[in-house]
């Protein structure tokens, strides 16, 4: 009988908030850690890991940038979703004092989501690559004028007291991650709330995003993102992320999408998957 744990990637070091996203939404899976989002990608498309937790967006930080440069070229699909909130403790060695700070080290998400109470505590803040691994660096240089802003989870693996805890400035805070896979895997019609996740280029015509977009309004399609960014650099080569309600064979958003691609030059699915319970909570609906 094969044992062997399937494995999910995430970016960062034991601890990271995509760690405990992997505990909580697939609690029977290995948690692989990887270096950058680059690295834990292609550790999917590798075949090292069978799925991968990624952060998107937070609801202070708000998006996460190299996630939408890096998902249309990666191959990979989207099969799930996952909202989790953020409560970031403020860490240190043992012994070490709030009086006694001189600098904190996090991600730089996590930096600012903890803004006005760094500033009330007049340190230095330093960004890191991701907020374990600076725990783990704050814990290896044992440095009483040191912390670290990071997760329970962190100040437990690498041995550090909570000096303050939930320090982010807003209770709601609230990061979403995709799940990824090398296979396409489109959630079913008509079995509950479908998210439908596409990337975009318009043709270089006038009002062309305008035309694009009409067809979501006439077909009664509720998008809930839109972001542009600029491709490799180009100020003039714009690509557009998006997520709406609803699956891509129902009519409406079937039309909808039909008359997007006809002012677009590129249309590509990312993924169709069901919708998480926090988007009912957040909208106030049930």
Request: charged share 20%.
């Amino acid at each position: 009988m094969n044992t062997t744990k399937q494995k999910m990637a995430f970016q960062g070091e034991p601890g990271a908030n995509s760690h405990i996203a992997i505990r909580q939404a697939y609690p029977e899976f290995e948690a692989l850690p990887c270096r950058t989002f680059e690295d834990a990608l292609n550790a999917i498309s590798a075949g090292e890991a069978d799925l991968g937790m990624i952060p998107i967006e937070n609801s202070l930080a708000g998006r996460v940038a190299d996630i939408h440069h890096l998902m249309p070229t990666a191959g990979l699909h989207i099969v799930g979703e996952w909202f989790l909130p953020i409560r970031n403790q403020l860490l240190a060695p043992k012994g070490a004092t709030l009086a006694g700070l001189q600098t904190v080290e996090s991600h730089v998400m996590a930096l600012g989501q903890c803004r006005n109470f760094l500033r009330k505590l007049g340190v230095r803040t330093i960004v890191a690559a991701d907020t374990a691994g600076a725990a783990r660096e704050v814990a290896e240089r044992a440095d009483k004028t040191c912390a670290a802003i990071a997760s329970t989870l962190a100040a437990e693996i690498y041995g550090l007291d909570i000096l303050a805890p939930d320090i982010e400035d807003e209770a709601h805070s609230t990061t979403r991650f995709l799940v990824l896979s090398r296979d396409s895997a489109w959630a079913p019609r008509g079995q509950g709330k479908v998210v439908t996740t596409f990337v975009f280029q318009v043709r270089n015509i006038p009002a062309a995003l305008y035309k694009a977009l009409g067809g979501f309004a006439t077909n009664a399609v509720n998008m809930t993102k839109l972001e542009s960014y600029m491709i490799e650099g180009n100020f003039f080569a714009t690509q557009f992320y998006s997520d709406v309600e609803g699956h891509p064979d129902d009519p409406g958003l079937k039309l909808a999408l039909d008359e997007l691609k006809f002012f677009s030059e590129k249309l590509s699915i990312l993924g169709v998957y069901p919708a998480h319970p926090y988007r009912a909570t957040a909208n106030g609906t049930r």
